[in-house]
């Protein structure tokens, strides 16, 4: 079984746009859905929703808190994902450990972007060939 899917709710979808339409289309996601207040894309089987839904808590995103803490993805291309991610605004975690920061068996970069949420991209080859 893999996974169906994932939904984002955040406090602007007009902040966080950007950012994640670059992303989710430089990892291979294809535009989806489109409605007032949410967007989303799928790859293969699954799909990601970021909506700015009139239901949500108006209280800012902390990942710290209970509930999602990060996504991650496989990803070919880490270091040239994170060449391109300061650009679409997403900075780098964990600098003075990457690519490492998960430990000396694990190749992936960690990037935040400025509402705090947090992926993990996972260099798919590099695991292969460990």
């Given amino acids: ?4 899917h994932v939904e ?3 406090d602007s979808l ?4 950007p950012g994640f339409t670059w992303l ?11 409605w007032e ?15 700015e839904s009139p239901a949500r ?9 209970p509930g999602l803490n990060h996504l ?17 605004g997403w900075k780098l975690m964990f600098a003075d450990r990457h690519p490492h920061a998960g430990g000396p068996d694990h190749y992936a970069a960690y990037l935040e972007n400025e509402q705090g949420f947090e992926v993990e991209l996972v260099d798919s080859a590099w695991s292969r060939a460990r």
């Fill in 72 to 88: 991650a993805f496989h990803a070919d291309d880490v270091d040239a994902i994170v060449a391109e991610a300061g650009a679409h």
């Fill in 14 to 17: 007009e902040a966080v746009l």
């Fill in 8 to 10: 984002l709710w955040v």
């Fill in 37 to 51: 207040g949410g967007r989303s894309w799928r790859h293969g089987a699954t799909y990601i929703v970021v909506e």
């Fill in 24 to 34: 989710f289309g430089r990892l291979g996601y294809e535009p989806f859905q489109e």
């Fill in 57 to 65: 808590v108006r209280e800012p995103y902390d990942r710290m808190r």
């Fill in 1 to 4: 079984m893999s996974l169906h």
